[in-house]
């Protein structure tokens, strides 16, 4: 059988795009830092091994700061991170079994991280959101059912550890958010 044409697009992104660093989004040594976690799945449960996810962070306390991504003065290269600043973004691959992972700060503003997913097969970028305290009053999880409205939850594993799953189809599909 011939694959068809959604099937044949990329990712042709995952070895430029993932860069060195790139889940760890607060400084090292902050004592308040969370690990966010989970998996990308496909439609029919299958681990997605080749995606990849940016994460962003709301809140004035990071608005207008510059990045903090560095480049090698010498070679344009990318240098790393200053590991100083926090700026909320990070960008992570996911691993072979579809597993992936961020160390970042609980956000100052509203209580979830706005996440990009990029696959195979996905011919537009999928955006949704990890609300990391299941009590926050927003107005997107006010609209959703009850059912749906889990589905942006992250389970709490301990003080400081957060899983979120993302689910591409299926049952139980992560809600997507739309934005024209």
């Known amino acids: 059988m011939l694959p068809t044409p959604a ?13 060195p660093g790139g889940g760890e989004m607060a400084p090292a040594g902050r004592p308040d830092t969370v690990t966010v976690h989970g998996c ?19 809140g004035q306390a990071r608005a207008g700061k510059p990045g903090s991504m560095r480049r090698d003065p010498v070679t344009g290269g990318f240098a790393g991170r200053d590991g100083v600043t926090f700026t909320g973004f990070g960008r992570v691959a996911t691993a072979a079994d579809g597993h992936w992972a961020i160390r970042t700060l609980m956000p100052d ?67 997507f958010l739309d934005f024209r």
């Open 7 to 19: 099937q044949t697009v990329g990712p042709f992104y995952g070895y430029a795009l993932p860069f």
């Open 40 to 58: 990308v799945y496909d439609g029919a449960g299958a681990p997605v091994p080749d995606a990849l996810l940016e994460f962003w962070q709301p």
């Open 109 to 175: 503003g509203p209580p979830y991280l706005s996440v990009c997913l990029f696959a195979r097969g996905l011919l537009h970028h999928l955006h949704t959101r990890a609300y990391l305290d299941p009590a926050a009053t927003d107005p997107l999880l006010a609209a959703l059912t009850p059912d749906r409205r889990t589905t942006l939850l992250a389970d709490r594993e301990d003080p400081r550890t957060y899983c979120f799953d993302i689910r591409i189809h299926g049952p139980e599909e992560t809600v």
